[in-house]
């Protein structure tokens, strides 16, 4: 009784949000990321990995709000309303989804470490531009701050890369 007198509420939307790390591999700055669309942060801040698998996690409690036709971006809603693109690949939508194969669909729920889309990494590797991944908080405008955090290896669903906080 007094959690509820006191507490949060348990509709009330959280005013932070830890991202983990949706793949495993290096983690590399967005300023790196050799496409300027990414790199200078048009659709948004965050980070991006280079992975190491054709496995792609959730990143975050959430709700999908896209998949891409091509199956090569996703797109996630977090419980206080944080949106994250996680955009497998550069130039990967050449690909038509070949080697792309997507676990959820719009509106689905997920959970942290939740698969949502394999992939041929080695065919991203030799059809694409490159395999590095952006993962991306495409309304950043809705948040105080963004951490990032850098590591030389992440591990898909635990290692943390990024927190947001003072989110309005």
């Known amino acids: 009784m007094l959690k509820k007198l006191f507490g949060k509420k348990e509709n009330e939307a959280p005013t932070e949000e830890i991202i983990v790390s ?3 591999g290096e983690i590399i700055g967005l300023e790196d990321v050799p496409d300027p669309v990414f790199s200078e942060k048009m659709m948004g801040d965050g980070i991006a990995i280079l992975p190491e698998d054709g496995e792609l996690l959730s990143p975050v409690d959430g709700e999908i709000l896209q998949v ?10 977090t419980k206080s309303g944080m949106e ?3 955009h497998i690949g550069l130039e990967t939508v050449m690909m038509k989804g070949e080697g792309f194969t997507s676990l959820v669909k719009e509106g689905d729920r997920v959970r942290t470490g939740q698969p949502l889309i394999s992939f041929n990494v080695d065919l991203v590797k030799e059809k694409a531009k490159s395999t590095v991944t952006p993962v991306i908080i495409t309304n950043g405008d809705k948040a105080g701050a963004i951490e990032k955090f850098q ?3 992440a591990q898909a669903g635990t290692t943390k890369i990024m927190q947001i906080s003072d989110i309005k």
């Open 84 to 86: 994250i693109l996680i």
């Open 22 to 24: 949706p793949l495993n």
């Open 68 to 77: 891409f036709p091509t199956r090569h971006a996703v797109g996630i809603k």
């Open 151 to 153: 590591s030389e290896h």
